[in-house]
């Protein structure tokens, strides 16, 4: 068969990817929009941290590609760059060692130690693709962490192939930026003075933001949905940046992601108790539910609770605290619900708190654990996502091809992804509210309720509805193919 040509070459640049290392979207991202683009007749390359966390069932089969000694910080000091060599289903993974850098942590330590590392990734990045002479059109950079590299490949890499690429930017959560004392992002970083001014990495008096800089230099900006690149644009969700945006916003686009649809696949998912597809949704739920009662020690019923999911990194972002707020109000004797999830210990305590008063009825799974997270989108009937705000957001995505109706808050991508139910055109996806307040959540919450108990059909119509949404990167894969190509002409 004939080699399709390639239209694009890109190389992916971020802090984690799945099946590697993940700690949130980010890492789905990173793995699934490659593989997504391959199929758009892209070639790719992933461009990652070899952190010491990586399972060795990984490192075993990562091949040595080279080695070399690059200067970092304004001394020039030199640092070891290895690279380690991975394919899976067509996507090459370049993995970049330094014992130093990566040894520990997992992978985020700390903003300190993140700082220097992430300088180091950053232009090791580039520095590795001149050494492998893999030359993309676009090199993808992924949130602060990789946010450099559109100021290294403009001034550092300018004299080399390397020039003839254009970086894009994507902002996946701009709540982190990589701030830190100027001095400290010029030792570590060697850039030039020149930079370290207001309108690239200056962001106040003796105060630096690498992402800044990217957004700055990088030559197109992307975020994760249409609704969150209009929402950082204004003080409110802008995180000091909105300013900034606004200034660079005719390079901006916002590009909903997807989720992998062979991960997330419910009639294939070997970690379910029973995989089904929407022919058996209804009857297959229940014994998913019975089972994921029955592993959780919740109390069996007669199939008369609704059961209520929540998968997250437990932080203000994702609307803990209206949750928390309005648990007594949901926990009515006829509601189960699971929390699946680990982070401040503000919400992991309350959680446990409402485990104990509410025994059998509410499970508070303070982990982090992927075939329980499957088994939850799979076996309850409501998934809460109430976020203070949310770029994008994959759980509601999950969910969705789950058969799981989501209950959520009006911002960023949920708002972009749910469709509010409809009583009278019988439409819609799920059940939403705009503001941000406890009684808000808990009318959406109730609204849920009463067509679960009231009307059980129309319920099941929209389960079906929502496993029938097209929630997959194809989409979305070709808006970025549309934009390299932009990039590229
Ligand atoms: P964010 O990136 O802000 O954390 P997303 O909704 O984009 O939020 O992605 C979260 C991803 O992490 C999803 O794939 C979700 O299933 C997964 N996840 C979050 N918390 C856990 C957990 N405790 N155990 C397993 N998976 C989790
Ligand atoms: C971030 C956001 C989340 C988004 C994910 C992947 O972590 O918090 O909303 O889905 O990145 O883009």
Redesign the pocket.
């Known amino acids: 068969m004939k080699k399709q040509e390639t239209v694009c070459k890109v190389a992916f640049v971020g802090s984690e990817c799945y099946p590697f290392v993940k700690t949130?979207?980010?890492g789905?991202?990173m793995y699934a929009l490659p593989r997504a683009l391959i199929r758009e007749g892209c070639e790719c390359r992933v461009i990652l941290p070899l952190y010491a966390c990586i399972k060795d069932q990984y490192k075993q089969k990562m091949q040595y590609k080279g080695s070399f000694m690059m200067d970092l910080t304004l001394e020039g000091r030199t640092f070891y760059v290895g690279i380690m060599e991975l394919e899976m289903d067509g996507v090459i993974y370049d993995f970049i060692d330094n014992r130093e850098f990566f040894d520990w942590g997992n992978p985020y330590t700390g903003l300190w130690e993140d700082i220097p590392k992430y300088c180091y990734f950053s232009k090791a990045s580039l520095a590795a693709l001149n050494y492998l002479e893999w030359i993309p059109d676009v090199i993808h950079c992924?949130?602060w962490q990789a946010a450099l590299v559109p100021l290294y490949l403009k001034t550092k890499f300018w004299n080399c192939d390397l020039k003839k690429s254009k970086s894009m930017l994507?902002i996946?959560?701009l709540?982190f930026q990589g701030i830190c004392g100027i001095q400290h992002l010029k030792y570590w970083s060697g850039l030039s003075d020149g930079l370290f001014d207001y309108p690239v990495l200056k962001q106040a008096d003796d105060e630096a933001n690498m992402f800044k800089g990217g957004l700055a230099y990088a030559d197109a900006i992307t975020t994760?949905?249409a609704t969150?690149a209009k929402e950082i644009q204004t003080p409110e969700y802008g995180e000091r940046l909105d300013a900034h945006l606004r200034y660079h916003s005719t390079r901006m686009k916002g590009i909903v992601?997807g989720i992998d649809t062979d991960i997330w696949n419910s009639s294939t998912d070997k970690l379910l108790a029973a995989p089904y597809d929407v022919t058996d949704v209804l009857e297959k739920k229940w014994e998913n539910k019975e089972a994921l009662r029955e592993q959780l020690g919740l109390s069996r019923d007669d199939g008369s609770k609704i059961m209520i999911g929540l998968v997250s990194?437990l932080t203000d972002?994702k609307g803990l605290d209206l949750v928390d707020a309005i648990m007594p109000e949901i926990m009515d004797g006829r509601t189960q619900v699971i929390v699946l999830g680990t982070g401040d210990p503000r919400y992991e305590n309350a959680f446990r708190y409402y485990e104990e008063k509410y025994p059998g009825d509410v499970c508070a799974y303070i982990s982090y654990n992927e075939g329980l997270a499957h088994r939850i989108y799979a076996g309850t009937d409501a998934f809460l996502v109430p976020?203070l705000?949310?770029?994008?957001?994959?759980?509601q995505l999950i969910a969705m091809r789950y058969g799981t109706i989501p209950i959520v808050r009006e911002t960023?991508?949920l708002k972009d992804t749910v469709l509010p139910y409809d009583e009278e055109t019988q439409e819609g996806n799920g059940f939403t509210f705009v503001t941000y307040k406890p009684d808000q959540l808990l009318k959406a919450v109730d609204s849920a309720k009463d067509l679960f108990f009231g009307d059980r059909q129309k319920w099941d119509a929209m389960v079906k509805r929502d496993m029938m949404k097209d929630v997959s990167w194809e989409q979305s894969a070709k808006q970025y193919l549309e934009f390299y190509k932009e990039l590229m002409a």
């Open positions: 949130g979207g980010l789905d991202v992924h949130d994507t996946h959560n709540r994760v949905s969150y992601n990194r972002q976020s705000f949310e770029p994008c957001g994959l759980t960023g991508g």
